[in-house]
């Protein structure tokens, strides 16, 4: 006997399983653990933001501090990414999309890429100090766009040469296939540029490392600005001689980059390997131990379950109230047809995002220049020919750590990137060495070479080298990365030699990316110019003659019209270079060494 009640009783079994614990595993546990761990830290950040300003922070040197030093730190550094991963995909859609942008964009980005970060830090610091005069906002801010300005260029960078590189034979599919421009930039545009985009986030991630002591621990002339964080905690360490706050500072770089590299990196290298463009199985492939536990995991399909019924719900308490206003619907259809249309990459859309772009591109430069102006005009000739001089040192210090860096980060990238099993065992490794703060070794590099008798002058070489090889080698490794396997066993089938193998394959093949590595790594090398040119070792400042002595010793000093005639000819510098080879060699990357048919 029925009695009414099976569509009831079969409608709370139906809801039992999703809210119910029957088939709740370990990996739910450790996801909702891992998710209520990342609130957390989201909540106690933002007490930070929150905090009343002080200059300068006293820095407890403790080992029970150091947990969340490491926490503020590793906040403001994803903060910063994800705003790099906006930024870098705005700016190489707008570049890709427009001709007219990419005028403007490319140029804007080569200056931007050449500004140091002390540039970017006097302006940035006293405004948004002044902007927030007592709390602890504008600080955070300063400190979060300044590792986001050495996060961003070569993520925009990668991804514009993506886009540039994309097979015409992909695009002219998806127009004959009736795509939209939405729909073509989500299925087809970025997913090509997914390894590319992993690849320099990782890199991104470690150059914002870079600079950390300078980005939470600074001095404008007679001020001392401190931010709570792992870099100050290491700044005050060096300035103490506090070798054991030295040593904890140092194992807690290197558990975080570990954690990090395990729970977000490699479990992102092994999803984007779906996103190649051939159709063929990748060898062992690259795994994640947490990528397998994430799909083992039911609470995903349990949450998609939960979405389509409480849909469904909504769609049927809406229906009674939907028959009254049937006609208005109706005849408001042509206008939300209509709206649809006008969708992310229409023509219309892009022109309309391009011009505000160009104006506030526009009116921000106006301002800057003319402020720009008043000060150079302050610089007398024998100050101009004093970075005159010191440019042309830095300029030939920085061609040589490029060359040096790529005569070892190409082949060992291409051993790397062509062998997913060595991609797999040396991803961490390099991951910590590429990720750790390249100054805090540079004391150690300088006293070694004075022991071998090399002094300043030439040692800044290796000092820059450390700053921009690493732009080079995970360049290389994703493009290697991403040759269809067709190609690989072609190799094998016509049984070219390793060396013919090399010149015919790899080397074109990773030649866009390497463009884009040398780029990256020569404005790495001029930002590292400021730390290699003027360092403190053994417990004295060593300076040798170059601009980015110049630069670090008008910003000790509050010289502003000093500095800003450095970082001016910098800007130059780098811009013209770009302009007269680095982006002809873009060109012949884009039109001869891509994988179009």
């Known amino acids: 006997m029925d009695l009414g009640l099976?569509?009831?009783?079969?409608?709370?079994?139906?809801l039992a399983p999703p809210f119910g614990l029957r088939g709740f595993g370990p990996a739910d546990v450790v996801i909702l653990a891992l998710v209520a761990g990342a609130a957390g830290a989201v909540v106690v950040f933002a007490r930070e933001f929150e905090a009343p300003f002080l200059q300068a922070v006293q820095i407890d040197l403790r080992a029970a501090a150091v947990p969340k030093y490491t926490l503020y730190s590793l906040m403001r550094g994803v903060l910063a990414l994800s705003v790099s991963f906006l930024f870098a995909l705005l700016f190489g859609y707008a570049a890709a999309r427009s001709r007219a942008a990419e005028r403007l964009l490319l140029p804007v980005l080569d200056i931007l890429q050449s500004i140091p970060v002390l540039g970017f830090l006097p302006g940035l610091v006293l405004g948004l100090v002044a902007l927030f005069p007592?709390?602890?906002?504008?600080?955070?801010?300063?400190?979060?766009?300044?590792?986001f300005t050495a996060q961003a260029w070569n993520l925009a960078l990668s991804f514009y040469n993506s886009l540039k590189s994309l097979p015409d034979s992909l695009r002219d599919a998806s127009k004959m296939a009736g795509w939209s421009p939405g729909r073509r930039f989500r299925e087809l545009e970025l997913p090509a540029a997914a390894q590319g985009l992993v690849w320099n986030g990782m890199l991104s991630m470690a150059g914002g490392w870079f600079f950390l002591m300078v980005n939470e621990a600074f001095r404008l002339g007679d001020r001392d600005y401190r931010l709570p964080g792992i870099g100050s905690y290491m700044s005050v360490a060096l300035d103490q001689g506090n070798v054991t706050a030295m040593g904890q500072a140092i194992l807690a770089m290197v558990v975080m980059i570990v954690a990090v590299d395990q729970l977000l990196w490699r479990p992102l290298v092994a999803w984007v390997?779906?996103?190649?463009?051939?159709?063929?199985g990748s060898g062992a492939g690259?795994?994640?131990?947490?990528?397998?536990?994430?799909?083992?995991?039911?609470?995903?399909?349990?949450?998609?379950?939960?979405?389509?019924?409480?849909?469904?719900?909504?769609?049927?308490?809406?229906?009674?109230?939907?028959?009254?206003?049937?006609?208005?619907l109706q005849f408001a259809r042509p206008v939300l047809t209509l709206h649809r249309r006008v969708a992310f990459g229409h023509p219309a859309v892009v022109g309309t995002g391009v011009?505000?772009?160009?104006?506030a591109v526009l009116g921000g430069g106006a301002w800057g220049l003319w402020h720009l102006v008043l000060l150079l005009r302050q610089l007398g000739p024998r100050d101009w020919g004093r970075l005159a001089g010191a440019s042309g040192l830095t300029f030939a210090r920085v061609m040589a750590a490029v060359a040096l860096s790529t005569a070892w980060a190409l082949p060992v990238g291409v051993l790397i990137g062509r062998s997913p099993r060595v991609s797999q065992a040396l991803q961490p490794v390099i991951q910590v060495v590429a990720s750790f703060p390249a100054p805090m070794l540079f004391p150690i590099v300088i006293l070694s070479l004075e022991r071998v008798g090399i002094g300043l002058g030439i040692g800044a070489v290796a000092l820059m080298v450390l700053s921009g090889?690493?732009?080079?080698?995970?360049?290389?490794i994703s493009a290697v990365s991403a040759v269809p396997e067709q190609l690989k066993d072609a190799t094998a089938v016509f049984r070219l030699p390793a060396l013919a193998t090399w010149r015919a394959l790899y080397v074109p093949a990773a030649f866009p990316a390497l463009v884009t590595g040398w780029v990256t790594a020569a404005g790495g090398a001029w930002n590292g110019s400021i730390v290699a040119e003027y360092i403190e070792a053994g417990g004295t400042l060593q300076t040798t003659t170059g601009l980015g002595s110049l630069i670090s010793v008008a910003t000790a000093r509050a010289n502003y019209p000093l500095l800003a005639g450095g970082i001016t000819l910098m800007s130059?510098?780098?811009?013209?270079?770009?302009?007269?080879?680095?982006?002809?060699m873009m060109r012949l990357a884009q039109s001869r060494y891509t994988l179009a048919q």
């Open 273 to 280: 390997e779906k996103f190649r463009l051939d159709d063929s």
């Open 355 to 359: 011009a505000a772009l160009v104006v």
């Open 286 to 328: 690259a795994s994640s131990w947490f990528l397998d536990l994430l799909q083992r995991s039911r609470l995903p399909r349990r949450a998609a379950v939960l979405r389509r019924r409480a849909y469904r719900s909504a769609l049927r308490a809406a229906g009674p109230l939907q028959r009254p206003l049937q006609r208005p």
């Open 134 to 147: 007592y709390r602890n906002v504008g600080l955070e801010l300063a400190a979060i766009v300044m590792i």
């Open 572 to 584: 130059l510098i780098v811009v013209g270079w770009n302009r007269f080879v680095w982006r002809q």
């Open 6 to 14: 099976s569509k009831p009783v079969r409608a709370i079994k139906a």
């Open 469 to 476: 090889q690493w732009y080079i080698l995970f360049n290389v």
